[in-house]
């Protein structure tokens, strides 16, 4: 007999005379003749009642299921009388597919968020994690949905890389050198002899290539990891993230924060139309506030504020930052969220950076000052997006490469995208993670990762 997903069972319209079900023990209650388990196998977040009665032959088998232990029951759906579910099992028959000993660490209380991230690896067991990742599972897909309806083309660009241009942050090295004995020229590696005859590293940004591709096949999106080694503790920030980056072709600034609002927008709507079961877990449990604040998102056109006005407001705030806000100074969390969460109390995008503080390739502003940059703040985690339109002119390129000290010798394919048919062009970067934060109120970035890594931790 085929196994049945509990989440079918549950959403059946009429009772069966036998069903097979598979899963794990939630909890076990044992009365007189009786014994009742709620079952659950990660399809859905709502466990399956199964009720045995001690007269079956498989009963002893029952008393050894403990919380945690892996069970395949055949039995019969029938209606429920209790309250809050409309179907049970009555189990027929029961097989012990793995016991589970008596320190399984996952007992009916609640743990708190520091120690399942101890356990990782069983955090898939639980409401809220089952919730999590069933939740990050479909939006991804989503995400794909979203591209494929738009006819953006999916674009894997490579994880192992040998430019260091990206310029986004410090990168993780790849190499196959023995580190303890490296082969040496004038006292330093000698990478010639390395895997790939040069130095190589983890890639923190797929955009570069992007570009290429957007270059030749129009709009492209990747969605892929990307790996920053700065040592950044926080609670928005990972050594491993995803990351969504899609380029448009002959696109401008507007089209590019059209995009990115279209986009979260999209995301948000498809969470409380879509995942409403999991969804209302967060709402309940995590933050009381999420609902309205995903309605004001969905229902709410994005305010639009550059740089500058940006400052000018901090700086008339009256509001005490712990970082100075100075026109030319890159904005800190805390003044992007005190922009989203208190003046505006709305995702709003702001753009027209300076110039000294973004990447070289993004595209000067006839202001002499200001370059045409964005980065998307929403409430709860201020930036969520940060993107541009991309300088497309090969002489204000290289002249901004130079003024930077950048080779271009190291950028040669990337500037033929200008010398052959160089056009306008712009796209972003979505972390993945901050948007699953902001979709479920989870206020740590690791909690919304399978296996975070950060610095000095790399269990699992
Ligand atoms: P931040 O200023 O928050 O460190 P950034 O300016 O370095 O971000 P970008 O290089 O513009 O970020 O990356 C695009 C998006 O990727 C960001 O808006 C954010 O959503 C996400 N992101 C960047 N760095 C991290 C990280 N270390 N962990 C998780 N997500 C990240």
Aim: hydrophobic share 40%; charged share 25%.
């Amino acid at each position: 007999m085929t196994r049945t997903l509990i989440k079918t069972a549950l959403a059946s319209e009429q009772p069966f005379t036998e069903l097979l079900i598979k899963g794990w023990v939630r909890t076990r209650r044992d009365s007189k003749n009786f014994s009742f388990l709620e079952l659950n196998d990660g399809s859905c977040l709502a466990n399956l009642q199964v009720i045995a009665q001690d007269d079956l032959t498989d009963y002893p088998v029952i008393q050894q299921a403990s919380t945690g232990a892996a069970v395949a029951i055949t039995g019969e759906l029938v209606e429920s009388p209790g309250k809050g579910q409309r179907w049970e099992l009555h189990a027929r028959s029961i097989e012990l597919l793995g016991s589970s000993s008596e320190d399984y660490p996952l007992q009916k209380k609640r743990h708190s968020d520091e120690f399942l991230r101890t356990i990782a690896h069983l955090r898939p067991r639980t409401n809220k994690y089952g919730a999590m990742f069933r939740l990050r599972s479909r939006l991804a897909l989503a995400i794909h949905d979203f591209f494929r309806s738009r006819e953006f083309h999916y674009l894997h660009t490579p994880i192992i890389t040998g430019s260091d241009c990206e310029g986004a942050g410090e990168m993780f090295q790849v190499t196959t050198l023995d580190l303890t004995n490296p082969p040496l020229v004038k006292g330093e590696p000698d990478f010639s002899q390395d895997f790939f005859g040069k130095q190589a590293s983890l890639t923190v940004s797929g955009q570069l290539c992007g570009e290429t591709f957007a270059m030749g096949m129009g709009n492209i999106y990747t969605f892929g990891p990307t790996f920053r080694s700065e040592n950044s503790n926080t609670s928005r920030h990972m050594a491993e993230f995803w990351m969504v980056e899609p380029e448009m072709a002959f696109a401008d600034l507007d089209e590019n924060m059209q995009l990115g609002e279209e986009l979260i927008r999209y995301l948000v709507k498809f969470v409380l139309n879509d995942c409403t079961e999991d969804l209302a877990l967060f709402a309940n449990f995590v933050d009381k506030e999420l609902m309205a604040r995903l309605q004001n998102i969905a229902n709410k056109a994005f305010l639009r504020v550059t740089y500058t006005e940006a400052v000018e407001i901090l700086t008339a705030s009256g509001q005490s930052f712990e970082f100075p806000v100075v026109w030319g100074n890159d904005l800190q969390s805390e003044h992007e969220r005190f922009l989203t969460e208190q003046h505006f109390k709305q995702p709003v995008i702001l753009y027209d950076y300076p110039t000294d503080i973004k990447a070289f390739y993004m595209r000067q502003n006839d202001d002499g000052k200001t370059v045409a940059a964005m980065d998307v703040l929403v409430p709860g985690i201020g930036e969520i997006i940060g993107g541009s339109q991309r300088e497309e002119r090969l002489d204000r390129l290289t002249q901004r490469m130079a003024e930077m000290n950048l080779d271009e010798a190291d950028y040669w394919w990337y500037l033929d995208t200008r010398r052959y048919g160089g056009a306008p062009h712009a796209g972003f970067g979505l972390g993945f993670e901050r948007l699953l934060m902001l979709l479920t109120g989870v206020t740590n970035i690791r909690d919304v990762m399978p296996f975070p890594r950060t610095p000095k931790n790399l269990e699992f």
